[in-house]
């Protein structure tokens, strides 16, 4: 009968997915809480063997209180939803409609009561109207037609023990770091509980430095002190890729056992032992400080000089360019770092910016100086080899010009036509050239710089390294009178936008008005 109700079908179904999500919700749970009771006893049997190095049959005793503490709560926590689970039992719909009822006012338990009367109605069809009963679970079952029992399962409680679990875990591990050389040793003899580790409590080493972050190459003393002070020999285990070395030793002043290891390559652990019995593991861990692996400068000269940027020779950091010339400095060091900057002699510094193991640094060239690179990883540890570069300034020369025709003093004709020549050079180009000039009346007096006009020569292509001009230079509009003299000269002007032009002066050249008599 009770599959003739498809609507009572689909209610089952549902209710019984909602009921096997609680179970797995159950398990897992269970899961998290016999996870973190395993972690506390575990840690609570290896602190108790660590603090009191118990005998072999003690050992056996914690191992057995383990394993019973860890059945208890697997019995309680873990079983039970895991049978159903593997062999599930019929799901009582009416108790689990009661559950999911609860979650509902409007229909509380009015779906139980309907589901509890139709599992009645088989067995008891007389006393029962079936309409009745058909109409009862619809009237209880439409409203939650559209609704997915399994999401009124929260998932809040599995975060909290997920959450809690991790907390456990994270504390045990950093209890088994920070107390690593003891715990290691308990966990060992726990592992072993027929062996007799008994003589080892009564003989103690103190190790010297114990575990150490060392300078890769350098040396590091190892030193131990038994508390047994009858013995006079001992031994030194060290263990690296290379093999493990066994080096016996004497006793040296001080009671102490002293081995040296000249220079630390690569991780090495080590171990005393003596009387069948040894130390904790200690460990050497070989850093190196950081250092330049590459680099590579790029230099760009200023625009006016018109040169193409070039780079620079692999790793070679000395740079002689132009003034005003960027330099750019990039590479690759050898491991990250904290710091790095350039330090100039001036105590100025650079920050380079750092993207990974690459590096990058540019500055503008405008005096003579010097510069080394600083790196400094995360331990403070500075790079060794600072060399020294020097960058150094290219000399930008004076422009050179001077009037070759006529080249000398000369007396002016009757048309007072001047004809010029004038030549003029830089290494990187002429801006500008203007012609300087100023009249001595009668030829008497003192020249006056102050007292120069000048005019600018035109008819050349500017920027040019070599320049040839050719001028009449017209002195009709002058007003020159017999005998007078006119003192002139040139003036050319690199284009230096970096320091600002430079000007080189010809010499300065007379041209003489003839007196009448001459004429």
């Known amino acids: 009968m009770m599959n003739a109700y498809p609507l009572y079908t689909q209610l089952v179904r549902k209710l019984t997915a909602y009921h096997h999500k609680k179970l797995m919700n159950r398990l897992i749970s269970g899961l998290f809480l016999f996870i973190q009771w395993a972690i506390i006893s575990s840690l609570l049997i290896i602190s108790a063997e660590a603090?009191?190095?118990?005998?072999?049959?003690?050992?056996?005793?914690?191992?057995?209180?383990?394993?019973?503490?860890?059945?208890?709560?697997?019995?309680?926590?873990?079983?039970?939803?895991?049978?159903?689970?593997?062999?599930?039992?019929?799901?009582?719909?009416?108790?689990?409609?009661?559950?999911?009822?609860?979650?509902?006012?409007?229909?509380?338990?009015?779906?139980?009561?309907?589901?509890?009367?139709?599992?009645?109605?088989?067995?008891?069809?007389?006393?029962?109207?079936?309409?009745?009963?058909?109409?009862?679970?619809?009237?209880?079952?439409?409203?939650?037609?559209?609704?997915?029992?399994?999401?009124?399962?929260?998932?809040?409680?599995?975060?909290?023990?997920?959450?809690?679990?991790?907390?456990?875990?994270?504390?045990?591990?950093?209890?088994?770091?920070?107390?690593?050389?003891?715990?290691?040793?308990?966990?060992?003899?726990?592992?072993?509980?027929h062996k007799n580790f008994a003589d080892k409590a009564g003989l103690q080493f103190f190790i010297r430095p114990g575990d150490l972050t060392v300078l890769k190459g350098d040396p590091v003393a190892l030193t131990a002190v038994l508390s047994d002070s009858t013995l006079s020999t001992a031994e030194l285990v060290v263990k690296s890729q290379s093999g493990t070395k066994v080096i016996p030793l004497k006793k040296a002043a001080g009671d102490s056992f002293r081995y040296q290891v000249e220079s630390v390559r690569d991780t090495l652990d080590y171990f005393f032992r003596a009387k069948e019995q040894q130390s904790p593991l200690y460990h050497l861990f070989p850093v190196e400080r950081p250092f330049l692996r590459s680099f590579k400068a790029f230099i760009q000269p200023p625009a006016y000089s018109r040169r193409s940027s070039f780079y620079g020779e692999d790793n070679v950091g000395d740079v002689t360019a132009l003034k005003g010339s960027v330099i750019s400095l990039s590479g690759f060091i050898s491991k990250e770092i904290e710091q790095g900057?350039?330090?100039?002699?001036?105590?100025?510094?650079?920050?380079?910016?750092?993207?990974?193991?690459?590096?990058?640094?540019?500055?503008?060239?405008?005096?003579?100086?010097?510069?080394?690179?600083?790196?400094?990883?995360?331990?403070?540890?500075?790079?060794?080899?600072?060399?020294?570069?020097?960058?150094?300034?290219?000399?930008?020369?004076?422009?050179?010009?001077?009037?070759?025709?006529?080249?000398?003093?000369v007396d002016l004709n009757d048309d007072m036509i001047l004809p010029l020549a004038i030549q003029a050079q830089d290494d990187f180009g002429i801006s500008r050239i203007r012609l300087g000039y100023q009249v001595l009346s009668g030829g008497l007096g003192e020249l006056d710089s102050t007292l120069f006009a000048y005019r600018d020569i035109q008819g050349y292509e500017s920027n040019s390294d070599q320049i040839r001009v050719l001028i009449q230079w017209d002195l009709n509009a002058m007003e020159m009178f017999p005998e007078d003299v006119l003192l002139y000269f040139v003036e050319a002007f690199d284009n230096d936008t970096v320091s600002g032009p430079k000007k080189g002066s010809s010499k300065i050249y007379r041209a003489r008005f003839p007196s009448l008599y001459e004429m």
Request: with cysteine.
């Open 51 to 193: 603090l009191f190095h118990f005998d072999s049959r003690g050992r056996f005793i914690c191992l057995a209180i383990e394993g019973f503490s860890l059945l208890i709560p697997m019995i309680i926590w873990i079983l039970p939803p895991l049978v159903e689970r593997i062999r599930p039992r019929v799901v009582s719909v009416v108790r689990t409609a009661m559950e999911v009822g609860a979650h509902f006012k409007q229909v509380n338990d009015r779906l139980a009561n309907a589901l509890e009367l139709i599992e009645k109605s088989e067995s008891q069809r007389r006393l029962y109207s079936l309409s009745l009963i058909e109409e009862s679970l619809k009237r209880a079952a439409t409203e939650l037609e559209q609704e997915d029992f399994t999401k009124l399962i929260s998932t809040a409680p599995l975060t909290k023990r997920l959450r809690n679990t991790g907390i456990v875990l994270l504390a045990a591990l950093l209890f088994l770091m920070g107390f690593q050389a003891h715990t290691n040793d308990a966990v060992l003899r726990l592992m072993q509980p």
């Open 341 to 409: 900057y350039l330090q100039f002699s001036d105590s100025v510094t650079l920050p380079l910016q750092m993207q990974n193991l690459k590096f990058d640094a540019a500055f503008t060239l405008v005096q003579d100086d010097r510069y080394s690179f600083h790196l400094i990883d995360s331990e403070g540890y500075q790079n060794s080899a600072r060399i020294q570069y020097r960058v150094n300034i290219i000399p930008d020369n004076f422009p050179f010009v001077d009037i070759v025709i006529p080249g000398k003093d």
